[in-house]
Nanobody, 121 residues
Framework: QVQLVESGGGLVQAGGSLRLSCAAS????????MGWYCQAPGKQRELVAT???????NYADSVKGRFTISRDSAKITVYLQMNNLKPEDTAVYYC???????????????WGRGTQVAVSS
């Protein structure tokens, strides 16, 4: 059973920082793209940032210059360094990964349960 578990969310003041992490576990063959998405109440889930197995990154315009996505050397954990946080960043942040596993050897996307980020003004 493949699982993605996020951590690092919390309540911070505007201008503060948080570092989110997401670790994959299970009978994993390989992981291609990993990324972060956010969802505020009443809104669609939106892309924040992604990183491929080769290290290519992609960011939403709203977070460019403030957030940095990275991946550990083992390629099973993804991080999101969030600096200069703004109240509009408040949302549940979800981890996503394209994973080949024993149960899905041809690959599929998995979602974490999410971690809450709240930014006060």
């Amino acid at each position: 059973q493949v699982q993605l578990v996020e951590s690092g969310g919390g309540l911070v003041q505007a201008g503060g920082s948080l570092r989110l992490s997401c670790a994959a576990s299970g009978s994993i063959f390989s992981i291609n793209t990993m990324g972060w998405y956010c969802q505020a109440p009443g809104k669609q889930r939106e892309l924040v940032a992604t990183i491929t197995s080769s290290g290519s990154t992609n960011y939403a315009d709203s977070v460019k210059g403030r957030f940095t996505i990275s991946r550990d050397s083992a390629k099973i954990t993804v991080y999101l360094q969030m600096n200069n946080l703004k109240p509009e960043d408040t949302a549940v942040y979800y981890c996503n990964a394209d994973i080949r596993s024993s149960s899905n050897p041809r690959g599929r996307h998995y979602w974490g349960r999410g971690t809450q980020v709240a930014v006060s003004s």
